[in-house]
């Protein structure tokens, strides 16, 4: 699904009216019957059926003018309350306030005319939340925020026009308090603070319709992408008929120390699930014979330990030559927090060109010297920080980066050219081109030990196959969602383990390539 912030959405529309000739009326006119026409759609026709419309001054009131004339029509009773003076209605919106009969409206300035709108929730079919929109920039307070606690506690279904009314268009935040929507009509495009948490939580059934934006609008508008089944199923390759192993490359994982072998193993393992041909763990030798009953299918490399079941400078060139033949690398898992460690880790970075995948213990050795990252030799370098490791990478704190997870990963992605995917309910993956892409699968029993360490292998493997890095992040992150998801709908999500969810990638990958199939 292709989503905007709100800014690109009003160049849309201001290009649609200025170059093309489209008044605003004519798509006010347009949003506001889409918007009618889903409160049909979902409640039925008119008999009885009586809509509230809460609306604000600007044009997400104007469209809820326009939805109460489209639902008269349709045979529903619709009252109308607006949350300002009528004196300050104007442009558009005025002209559809001035189509409804008087006896429709109900003017409510200050706080003492919520009265009434309390009143006439309690006998309402529906709630229709015109307030906002996608402009609001600050707290709700006052009237406003009184009509929302209104109509979130009226227990009647309600449908935001655009976007959930308190919600930040940019950031999924609430802005001091939100309506829960059952139901959000938005247009054109889908937005970031509907996919962006708890946002996404505020937004209920998302139903994007067109209002008439020109195709060569539409198509020049710069979107990001939110991952769902039908924009990750062409992404995913088929097997050749005539493959081999060798035709699905091979990766080399270099993971594990003493007390983390699991992680190792996780990784190697899940790597193998998503399709590599081979797959090789290069691990302490100390700990080579515990992993080699971890990974039935995967090789492993044992190398000199450099301490008690760690590695580190030493093996710079035993892994330099394993890298000879592979197609990807990863580092990271389960490492080991040694300093030796981790000047093995800052070696490879300026040593290896293979596209190459960090997490875990890796990124904590970047964190102590970002600046690495400016002299990198892989082409292609994956990151993938949860927020405490990404406070660790920039200096930021996690309340700073969770206010604005976009901002943060696409900053960090542009300045130190990699593909950083940040961890999280609503993980984000940006690209060194600025390229943005939020997934959408997933669930809160994956907030176990070890998820990440599934989805580095994933990503390992994704990229030992040939994958552009781009579509590599994409694919990974939402197979792994998608097969904690199928975990979840079989168990529930209390109690998911690391290995359950790598388990389900090949199931997952299937019900991928049937999705919308008879």
């Known amino acids: 699904m292709r989503i905007v912030t709100a800014a690109t959405m009003r160049e849309a529309e201001r290009r649609t009216m200025e170059q093309h000739g489209i008044p605003g009326r004519l798509l006010m006119e347009t949003a506001g019957r889409a918007c009618a026409d889903v409160v049909v759609d979902e409640f039925g026709h008119g008999g009885g059926r009586s809509a509230v419309i809460v609306a604000g001054k600007g044009n997400n009131g104007g469209d809820g003018y326009v939805i109460a004339r489209c639902l008269r029509r349709s045979g529903w009773n619709a009252r109308v309350f607006v949350l300002a003076e009528r004196s300050r209605i104007s442009g558009d919106a005025l002209t559809n306030l001035l189509l409804l009969e008087p006896s429709d409206l109900v003017f409510c300035p200050s706080q003492e005319g919520l009265t009434s709108l309390a009143s006439a929730l309690d006998s309402a079919s529906v709630v229709v939340d015109a307030l906002f929109g996608i402009g609001l920039v600050k707290e709700v307070s006052g009237i406003h925020a009184e009509a929302i606690r209104l109509m979130n506690g009226s227990g009647k279904p309600v449908l935001s026009v655009d976007l959930p009314s308190g919600i930040d268009a940019a950031s999924g935040r609430v802005l001091g308090v939100a309506v829960e929507a059952d139901i959000t009509v938005t247009f054109a495009f889908g937005k970031m603070g509907h996919v962006l948490y708890p946002g996404r939580e505020h937004t209920g059934k998302l139903v994007i319709a067109d209002i008439g934006l020109p195709d060569v609008v539409t198509a020049a508008t710069e979107t990001r992408q939110f991952l769902d089944p039908v924009t990750i199923r062409p992404l995913v390759r088929r097997r050749d008929r005539r493959g081999h192993k060798g035709s699905y490359g091979h990766c080399l994982i270099i993971a594990g120390s003493t007390g983390k072998t699991g992680a190792a193993s996780l990784a190697a393992n899940s790597a193998v699930r998503t399709g ?24 492993t490399l044992p190398l000199a330990d450099a301490g008690v079941g760690f590695l580190g400078e030493r093996n710079l060139d035993a892994v330099l030559m394993a890298l000879r033949g592979k197609d990807s690398v990863a580092l990271g898992p389960g490492i080991s927090r040694e300093a030796d460690t981790g000047a093995l880790v800052r070696m ?25 990252l400016l002299e990198k030799k892989p082409r292609t370098l994956v990151l993938t ?15 700073d980066i969770e206010r604005d997870r976009v901002a943060a990963a696409r900053e960090f992605a542009l300045r130190y050219r990699v593909y950083l995917i940040l961890k999280g309910a609503d993980t984000v993956i940006a690209s060194p081109e600025g390229e943005i892409a939020v997934n959408g699968s997933g669930n809160p029993g994956m907030a176990s030990g070890g998820m990440g360490d599934v989805l580095t292998g994933i990503l390992a493997s994704l990229l030992g196959q040939r994958y ?32 359950d969810v790598q388990e389900r990638i090949p199931f997952a990958y299937k019900k991928l390539t049937e999705y919308g199939q008879p």
Do not use: Y
Request: with cysteine.
């Open 385 to 399: 920080p949860h927020p405490g490791e990404m406070s660790r990478l920039t200096g930021l704190t996690i309340d």
């Open 468 to 499: 552009h890095a781009m579509e590599a992040c994409m694919v990974g992150v939402f197979i792994h969602g998608l097969a904690a998801d199928m975990v979840a709908a079989e168990k529930g999500e209390t109690g998911i383990n690391a290995t």
């Open 348 to 372: 490879l970075l300026r040593e290896c060109d293979l596209p190459m995948v960090v997490d875990a213990d890796g990124l904590n050795a970047i964190a102590d010297d970002v600046s690495i």
């Open 276 to 299: 590599s041909g081979l797959v090789t763990l290069a691990v302490p030798a100390s700990l080579n014979s515990i992993l080699e009953t971890k990974t039935t299918e995967a090789m």
